[in-house]
């Protein structure tokens, strides 16, 4: 026997130890209803939001806020210190720079809770604002919550009118689905023109920088969309103050039917943090008292996202169960190393969880059959392409108690994807063709995810996905999906990933889509994607991507995470690439990495919310990823 061959077999059953070791982890991580799920962080604005919201719900007294919750409150207080950077600012992301919109929300909920202004803390936090650009230098949802309160004019905020309820061409669904669930009770709470008091001398005029204009100018073009949609903005205004009464009346009523019937058989409405809080602001408005059920149920399911164990207080921005479930699923069959009876188990839980109403989704598709999975507990409005995806080739390795109901619903799931394809020949989040580009000039769309267009990570996973369920290379769906991915490509050879962090991601989802789809791995979009992948490797074997990718359009280096350097190992592997010496060292940088327990450490954000606004750390992909990494590996041998 060769020395090189000792060296392969010697990784190769090194390789398979902490295989083994991983999956027995993983198998102590899921629950006992079949399911996996970890916590999901984000950044200090959603404790600065929930500050914001007990001020709204508890508001002062003769002048002073007592509110009956204070001690949650102080933890929250606590929570948002921990994170304060050395310049005195916020970031949106871990080892990110202060950020303007998380350290003026900061500022005022850290002032409102009793923390002296003049304190190192808050001085610090002052002078870093104003370095920003003052509080005038802030999105439109941050000036849009503090005008509620008198401390943003009113006049200088966007309107966000309900009227668009009423608007022909079914306008509400070209926004994205997160935006609309957001917009439409936030527009009844902009509508009914709200001026919560505040404690007696509280304000934070400090924080603006005096001669700077506060309104949301441009320099728009004549003859533009940006330049359109400010002279509407400004007929919205006067609308509030000349129009019918009688129409806006009707307009708030029909927000207010959408958004209540989008809280049923869901987890809050759409299931995620900013329109839940909205739910309740506008609840309120409409007068619904503290103990009307869709108050408490409002109010139950946002208190169910608090994380409060005596040790730890934040929020999280939803729950991301079957997203959890579907990945860890799809990794411990390919590892084939889990017993049938756990697999089993998580195959029950997911066929409890596919969607069989019809949601937002069907606007665009009013004769395709509901099915497909959300990304939480509950969320039956919306599904979306992704989870479905991910869960069908999860389901691919499990069995279930009844095989006959497992293959109905793979069957419905499979034609709920090719159905939800867009016209571009790609796949969005949750709906089809939602790429009015001109949206995104609205004085309000400064979230930055106006839209949910199609994206070249959704539509690897789903030609995957479907080329696993015997969809043929030469159906014309993935034939589009094809062409759609060679489209998209990038200059250097990588993939944009819309939805985790971010070339290395988009890359290794795009080569497994094509694979799938029967492309060779000679190809020059193919070969060039390898090439990339291999040229920004660490120097410690492993692959690290910064969150500030998306701010500079183009990959930054970080350092190595066990979720980027899985996915740039499957990306290679994928590729062809399965015995470089990039490839071993990828899995060489897994094994050293991982920890005596079998699990992994990971302390960058690796998953996006919005692309330059807001992200996510998923705490099970640092376990997950490497898993499916190692066992790919092995299969190659």
Avoid at 242 to 254: D, E, N, P, V
Avoid at 446 to 464: F, K, Q, S, Y
Wanted: hydrophobic share 40%; with cysteine.
């Amino acid at each position: 026997m060769t020395p090189s061959v000792q060296i392969a077999d010697s990784l190769l059953a090194a390789v398979g130890q902490a295989a083994r070791r991983a999956s027995d982890a993983m198998l102590g991580l899921q629950h006992d209803q079949g399911y996996w799920w970890a916590e999901l962080t984000a950044d200090t604005t959603l404790e600065s939001d929930y500050i914001l919201l007990q001020l709204w719900l508890h508001p002062p007294v003769d002048g002073v806020w007592n509110p009956p919750n204070r001690a949650q409150i102080d933890r929250a207080v606590e929570s948002i210190l921990r994170r304060q950077l050395p310049d005195g600012g916020f970031n949106i992301y871990p080892q990110g720079p202060s950020e303007i919109n998380a350290s003026v929300k900061a500022y005022f909920s850290l002032k409102l809770a009793g923390r002296d202004t003049a304190s190192p803390q808050m001085a610090l936090l002052h002078e870093r604002i104003l370095a920003m650009g003052g509080i005038q230098a802030a999105n439109s949802y941050v000036k849009l919550n503090l005008s509620f309160f008198g401390l943003y004019p009113r006049e200088d905020v966007p309107a966000i009118p309900p009227e668009m309820m009423l608007l022909p061409g079914n306008f509400i669904y070209q926004m994205s689905s997160w935006t609309r669930a957001i917009v439409i009770p936030l527009s009844i709470v902009h509508a009914l023109n709200p001026r919560r008091p505040l404690p007696t001398g509280f304000n934070i005029d400090e924080i603006f920088i005096e001669g700077v204009d506060l309104h949301f100018h441009s320099d728009a073009k004549p003859f533009t969309w940006r330049y359109t949609f400010l002279i509407f903005d400004k007929i919205c205004k006067l609308w509030e103050k000349y129009g019918s009464k009688s129409l806006r009346a009707h307009a708030i009523k029909k927000a207010e039917q959408w958004m209540l019937e989008r809280t049923r058989y869901t987890d809050g409405l759409a299931a995620i943090y900013p329109p839940m809080q909205y739910v309740i602001m506008a609840l309120d408005l409409l007068g619904r008292s503290a103990d009307h059920p869709d108050r408490e149920e409002a109010e139950k399911q946002f208190n169910a996202l608090m994380v409060d164990d005596g040790r730890r207080f934040f929020f999280q921005p939803c729950f991301s169960v079957v997203w959890d479930t579907a990945i860890a699923g799809f990794a411990m069959g390919e590892a084939g190393m889990a017993p049938a009876a756990q697999m089993r188990k998580c195959a029950d839980w997911l066929l409890t969880k596919e969607v069989r109403r019809k949601g937002d989704w069907s606007v665009k598709r009013p004769n395709t059959e509901p099915s497909g999975w959300y990304f939480e507990f509950a969320n039956e409005f919306y599904p979306d392409i992704d989870d479905t995806a991910m869960v069908l080739m999860a389901l691919k390795h499990m069995t279930a108690t009844d095989p006959k109901a497992l293959e109905a619903c793979q069957k419905r799931a499979v034609q709920w994807l090719l159905d939800m394809q867009s016209k571009d020949g790609g796949w969005a989040a949750f709906d089809v063709d939602n790429n009015w580009h001109v949206l995104g000039d609205v004085p309000f769309a400064d979230h930055n995810a106006m839209l949910d267009p199609t994206c070249p990570d959704i539509t690897g996973r789903v030609m995957e996905a479907l080329c696993m369920y015997g969809v043929p290379q030469s159906h014309p769906a993935i034939r589009k999906g094809v062409e759609y991915l060679i489209r998209t490509q990038e200059a250097d050879g990588s993939w944009y990933g819309r939805w985790g962090v971010n070339y290395i991601y988009g890359t290794f989802l795009a080569l497994r889509g094509l694979r799938a789809a029967g492309e060779s791995d000679r190809e020059v979009h193919v070969l060039r994607a390898g090439e990339w992948l291999r040229s920004i490797q660490n120097a410690d074997g492993g692959w690290g991507e910064s969150c500030a990718s998306y701010n500079e359009h183009t990959y930054v280096r970080a350092e190595s995470t066990p979720s980027q350097t899985a996915w740039a190992v499957l990306g290679l592997i994928a590729g062809g690439d399965t015995n470089s010496i990039s490839v071993n060292k990828g899995i060489e940088h897994l094994m050293e990495t991982q920890r005596p327990d079998g699990l992994w450490d990971e302390q960058l954000a690796t998953g996006t919310g919005f692309p330059a606004v807001f992200y996510l750390s998923y705490h099970l992909y640092r376990n997950s990823f490497p898993l499916l990494a190692l066992s790919s590996f092995l299969k190659t041998r």
